[in-house]
């Protein structure tokens, strides 16, 4: 658990730029989840994502035309999302009266001369007024890793990477005028073609950076795929993955992505930062995080990932367990745990638990079919595997899983106890030694009660109330 890859150097800026050249049309769920449509455009290739109008306004638009399909004809077919603002189909045309603020999301489905189907999507937008302006300290928040209070081995870990696999590169180091910035990004609607969401929406504070709901909703009122995913010490990894599937090599892309999702934010990189542009308070901020005032995507995506790794939790009880200058996992008893805290933590060691979720950080390694269903409708990196959030403020990130199917921390229980599936690619620390079938831990209620003990202690009530991670916006 101590091995870790070369060193990043230019990592995080190069996919950033990758990611503006080759925008991924993904459907997103929470920052978490996506599928890329069939068939998109060749790279270079003109993409008309976005059209903008004023609520009450009239539309009447060609959408075959709009797209560039140039190898379309009369099979071309037009689809729109369910909640279509008063907009309506018409042979090739999409027209009607935009009812209030909103997105509704165009699809033109056909297919080319080899048969191939093809479909690109753009979006028709109604804003609502942009908000307001942050309010910020006259003095910033610490941010920078050298600056706080940190434990020796998160310190080790941002030096040289291991135990806990810091994934910083030394392109974009977390620094508090970079981290400002991301902060207001991260709260601000403006990052939406709709101005009414941003990734706070999905990513709430008080919530674990989660979402009290199975899915989010986004800009276009359609749900996500999946859960959205709590971001307590997202930026330790040890493949350098991100995403429930996985997909993402650096967070520097990953903050990108969802602005341009067509169902989450509904947005494009030029219209995003032409906003950002148009304020008289961000240019004061890219020239403190940057040395300039230029605003660009590439720019949006580093401070917004020096945000997402300034999310540390390393302030829970369960932080008192850890002898420092030792070993990083946790002992089997803890003087500051009670009896049944530390009853459930040598469940949660002997049930494997911390295997997966290992060490300070409590993230996981490797994604893992973990048996929710016998065949996943979701396939997620493959083989209905998935990689799962820290454990960090887990009492707090409900409903759990890639789908949001539990409710409660003693549902995920009741899973691991007597409900794994026999998946054929089950993880093989979830099968009986030397055999194929789902492991039962056969719990008493006793020891289901210790285990929600012990997973409480992972509740950093520091992280979920200081105001250098809140809204500046309210």
Not at 237 to 258: G, N, W, Y
Not at 432 to 460: C, I, M, S, Y
Request: glycine share 8%; with cysteine; net charge neutral.
């Amino acid at each position: 658990m101590y091995s870790r890859r070369p060193k990043q150097v230019a990592a995080g800026r190069t996919e950033v730029q990758r990611m503006i050249l080759l925008p991924l049309l993904v459907l997103l769920a929470g920052c978490g989840a996506g599928e890329a449509p069939r068939g998109s455009l060749p790279a270079g290739q003109d993409r008309p994502l976005l059209l903008l109008v004023t609520p009450g306004s009239v539309v009447d638009v060609d959408a075959v035309a709009h797209v560039s399909v140039k190898a379309a004809g009369a099979d071309s077919t037009i689809t729109l999302s369910p909640g279509s603002h008063g907009l309506a189909v018409a042979g090739r045309r999409v027209t009607g009266t935009f009812a209030g603020v909103g997105a509704v999301r165009v699809s033109v489905a056909s297919r080319d001369s080899d048969g191939v189907l093809k479909t690109i999507q753009f979006n028709i937008v109604a804003p609502a007024p942009e908000p307001g302006r942050p309010v910020l300290p006259d003095r910033p928040f610490t941010y920078d890793d050298l600056q706080l209070d940190l434990p020796p081995s998160y310190r080790e870990s941002r030096q040289s990477g291991a135990p806990y696999w810091d994934t910083t590169p030394e392109t974009n180091p977390v620094s508090d005028a970079g981290a400002t910035l991301g902060r207001v990004l991260f709260y601000d609607k403006r990052l939406s073609s709709t101005n009414t969401h941003s990734c706070g929406t999905c990513h709430q504070q008080k919530h674990g950076f989660a979402e009290p709901r199975s899915f989010s909703v986004g800009a276009t009122g359609e749900p996500t795929r999946r859960n959205a995913m709590g971001l307590a010490n997202v930026r330790y990894s040890l493949r350098d993955r991100f995403f429930a599937d996985a997909r993402v090599r650096t967070l520097e892309s990953l903050a990108l992505i969802p602005i341009q999702d067509h169902v989450e934010m509904a947005n494009t990189l030029p219209n995003m930062v032409a906003k950002l542009q148009a304020t008289d308070f961000y240019p004061p901020l890219f020239q403190a995080a940057f040395g300039s005032a230029q605003i660009s995507a590439d720019r949006v995506g580093m401070a917004l990932a020096q945000f997402l790794r300034s999310l540390i939790s390393y302030r829970a009880k369960a932080d008192t367990a850890y002898p420092e200058g030792g070993d990083s996992r946790f002992p089997e008893a803890t003087p500051g745990f009670t009896a049944q805290e530390n009853e459930g933590l040598k469940l949660l060691i002997d049930g494997n638990c911390l295997h997966c979720h290992v060490d300070r950080v409590l993230t996981m390694v490797d994604p893992a079919n973990t048996g929710l269903d016998v065949e996943s409708v979701d396939p997620g990196q493959g083989d209905g595997t998935f990689r799962a959030a820290s454990l960090r403020n887990i009492r707090h990130t409900a409903p759990y899983m890639h789908d949001g199917r539990f409710q409660s921390l003693r549902e995920v229980i009741d899973h691991y106890d007597t409900g794994i599936k026999p998946a054929q690619s089950l993880s093989p620390l979830l099968r009986v030694r030397n055999g194929d079938a789902p492991r039962r831990l056969n719990l008493t209620e006793r020891q289901k009660r210790a285990l929600e003990a012990a997973l409480d202690t992972f509740t950093d009530s520091a992280m979920l109330e200081d105001p250098k991670f809140s809204d500046p916006f309210h």
